[in-house]
């Protein structure tokens, strides 16, 4: 067996020496290392989250819009989201219109194409269903079309999901993106 250096190692590989179980050692403490360990990288993560500039969340998603970026007449944004909870979700790209970029003059750009790893998807109706494990970073990139070079400054991103069965939707809004110059 392998044990991480912790204070739970530590008592774990002790106890085993003196002849007491792992599982024994476990009951004795009331915690399990995993719950230690998750609740130190909740609080890295999220400590990591309040680092960076635009955080949102709502009940299944917490996810932080790293950049936008041009790309000729395009903006390319890329937001990393980390689940709630294990789940499979939908996250909406061209279909229903949803998932959108909002400039400062009022101006709207539907999103046209939609990458979650090595997927992609693009067009009026494109979306992506993916396994989002508890916790795990997961980078999504977002094309916009047909954005003027004269446009620099957006005032929200909407990024949409829907659950597995399409009907419960959500969403997340990030706020007073700039593009870099």
Known sequence: MVYR???FGLLALT?????VSVSASQRMTGVRESQVN???NIR??????AQRGN???????????????????SVKCSVVVRSTEDLTAYVFCGAYNVTRLFDIYGNVYPCVQIQIGNQKSEGDGSELSSRFPQGTPVKVILTFNNVSNQVNEFDT?????SGG?????EF????????PS
Do not use: P
């Open 15 to 19: 106890l085993l020496v003196s002849g």
């Open 44 to 49: 890295r993560d999220t400590q990591l989250l």
């Open 38 to 40: 998750d609740g130190i």
């Open 165 to 169: 069965d399409r009907t419960q939707k």
């Open 172 to 179: 997340l809004r990030f706020k007073n993106i700039k593009l």
């Open 157 to 161: 991103l909407e990024l949409h999901f």
């Open 5 to 7: 250096t912790s204070a």
């Open 55 to 73: 955080v949102n969340e709502n009940k299944w998603f917490a996810g932080v819009l790293q950049s936008c970026t041009r790309v000729a007449k």
